[in-house]
């Protein structure tokens, strides 16, 4: 993409009327007492922010020296009977790596399968040796057999470009996969999640977007893997459900983001923040005016675990209602990193436009009315919380040396 020009964009002329952001209070614990997934903030910040590392040395030479950690992380007690056998495909990735630490809080055994395409064994490290912990490097192309009682299917590179990158492969990944954790389910009487994405909905002429909503998607432009992927994946779905009785449960996860998102996947979160923290000029893709909404990742993980303990079968959003502009959140973005009290010195960071991405859906926003009534789920993070964490996580890796 070449660069078109170098100047701060206006704050006023968007495309549709924005709810104004509601102030919202700091979120100091998450999860729900009724499926056992509640927990405190700091539990999780250990995992990710941890005030200390004992299980590596980042040395001024440029090396890092890991170590076998002598205390994991505790977690809740629970008897055999109430422990479930559960499968995380793409554990090892940005969501999967949350979700893994929260069904390990719980007290569950947990089997991570990935590839490690997007994900990294430095996402689930603390677990590794964890006696209710199992780590597999597996392809979900290639079938895959086990005794579990619940399957949640991540595993798809989410970000455009890396899901671009080799469309074929995506296509594979999402429909052989699904296939192949499907016909899993099936033989184990597992419960089978499917993650699908608000790309579903393609370029959507209804906002906000509902469930009930068929979508508007390019069958053959560079998102199609992903967008038609997803959409096979759901009709895999409910056609194992129709025809074999799999019980089903399908999230829509709108745009989310937080700690351990990969610097370089090329999203909108991960790249300005990156490029803020770096004095470089923010990228905003065509002229700024397309919205998403953005939600942290812990409240996406509440939501999951939800939706896999509740009883509904039907497709449910999984999003935060606060839509920003592109350019409103480059703002934002900027301002929360050069304010950010522990931030390296940041020059005066401008934003530049680049040529728009082809097929970028113009505005995106969950409607969360199922999510409420069935879950009793709505995210409780600000954006401006889950960012300033996220913040926070980028710059740790780059003290340690990592990005
Ligand atoms: O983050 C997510 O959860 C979602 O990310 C992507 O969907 P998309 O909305 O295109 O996500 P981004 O690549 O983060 O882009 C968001 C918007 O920012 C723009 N953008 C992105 C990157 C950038 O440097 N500058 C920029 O203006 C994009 O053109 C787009 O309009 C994936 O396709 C979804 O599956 C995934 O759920």
Redesign the pocket.
């Known amino acids: 993409m070449s660069n078109q020009s170098t100047d701060t964009p206006s704050e006023s002329s968007h495309v549709h009327t924005i709810t104004p952001i509601p102030e919202r209070e700091h979120v100091d614990s998450v999860g729900d007492a009724s499926v056992g997934s509640d927990v405190s903030l700091s539990w999780l910040r250990q995992l990710y922010l941890p005030k200390e590392a004992p299980d590596r040395k980042v040395s001024t030479d440029g090396t890092v020296q890991y170590s076998m950690q002598r205390n994991y992380p505790a977690v809740r007690q629970l008897s055999p009977a109430k422990r479930e056998r559960i499968l995380v495909t793409g554990g090892a990735g940005f969501v999967g790596s949350h979700l893994v630490d929260r069904l390990m809080w719980m007290g569950h055994e947990v089997i991570v399968l990935d590839n490690f395409f997007t994900g990294t064994k430095r996402n689930v490290q603390h677990w590794i040796g964890h006696p209710h912990f199992e780590l597999v490097s597996h392809d979900v192309v290639d079938p895959f057999m086990i005794e579990v009682s619940q399957i949640y299917h991540l595993a798809c590179p989410?970000?455009?470009?890396h899901?671009q990158y080799n469309p074929t492969k995506t296509v594979k990944t999402s429909v052989m996969g699904t296939i192949n954790m499907l016909g899993l389910a099936k033989r184990t009487k597992a419960r089978f999640l499917l993650t699908s994405?608000?790309?579903i909905y393609g370029d959507p002429e209804e906002h906000p977007q509902k469930e009930t909503y068929w979508g508007h998607v390019n069958p053959i432009g560079p998102?199609a893997c992903?967008?038609e992927g997803?959409r096979i994946a759901e009709t895999l779905t409910y056609s194992y459900m129709r025809q074999n009785d799999v019980d089903v449960r399908v999230a829509r996860?709108?745009?989310?983001?937080g700690p351990r998102m990969s610097p370089a996947?090329?999203?909108?979160?991960?790249?300005?923040i990156m490029?803020a923290l770096r004095s470089e000029p923010?990228?905003?893709?065509?002229d700024?005016d397309?919205?998403?909404s953005?939600?942290y990742v812990h409240d996406l993980v509440d939501g999951l675990i939800l939706l896999m303990n509740k009883n509904y079968m039907e497709p449910v959003n999984l999003g935060n209602t606060e839509e920003y502009t592109?350019?409103d959140?480059?703002i934002m973005i900027r301002d929360q990193v050069i304010s950010s009290p522990v931030a390296k010195p940041v020059n005066d960071v401008k934003i530049k436009t680049?040529p728009?991405?082809m097929d970028?859906?113009?505005k995106?926003k969950p409607d969360i009315t199922r999510a409420k009534k069935y879950l009793g789920w709505e995210p409780r993070f600000a954006v401006k919380q889950g960012i300033q964490e996220t913040v926070d996580w980028f710059k740790l890796q780059q003290v340690e040396g990592a990005i």
């Open positions: 989410a970000s455009p470009p899901y994405t608000s790309e998102r992903y967008d997803k996860i709108f745009n989310t983001f996947d090329g999203r909108v979160v991960s790249n300005f490029q923010l990228t905003i893709y065509g700024g397309q919205t998403r953005f939600q592109i350019k959140f480059a680049l728009a991405a970028d859906p113009r995106r």
